[in-house]
């Protein structure tokens, strides 16, 4: 007596053979994906009840660095730094630190009192507090400090 075979023996091979080929895939994909933020400010945008918080991380920043301002319910963050050129004669081996400038622009759902803003910067890290407004009031573009 003859002994008949699986039929889904071929499609479980063929499965299976496309399985590991899209492993493969992927190991080179997260192989060659930058591990950095590209857009190069990281935000959290909190909702808390009555305002909204902002957090951007901005490593190597100084605060003087830093530009913030509030035009309706958009929030612009934006930092430049340039970095030291040395005159001397130094040959590197390897040289990754440079000038930069960074930006992003978040999008608000809701007015918020520009009057009352504040924002602080402490180890890298940007907290914009930004109370949300009660009464319809005409939109102007406003500067923010950082303390």
Known sequence: MMRRSNPFDEFEDLFERMSKQFEGMNRQVEETRPMWNTTGISVDVADE???YVVTADMPGFEKEDIDLSLSGRTLT???SREMARDDDSSEYLRR???SESVSRTIRLPEDV???DTH???SNGVLTVHLPKRTASEEDDSHRIDID
């Open 119 to 121: 924002a602080t910067y």
């Open 113 to 115: 009192r520009e009057d």
């Open 77 to 79: 963050v934006s930092g």
């Open 96 to 98: 990754e630190r440079r």
């Open 49 to 51: 009840d009555d305002e």
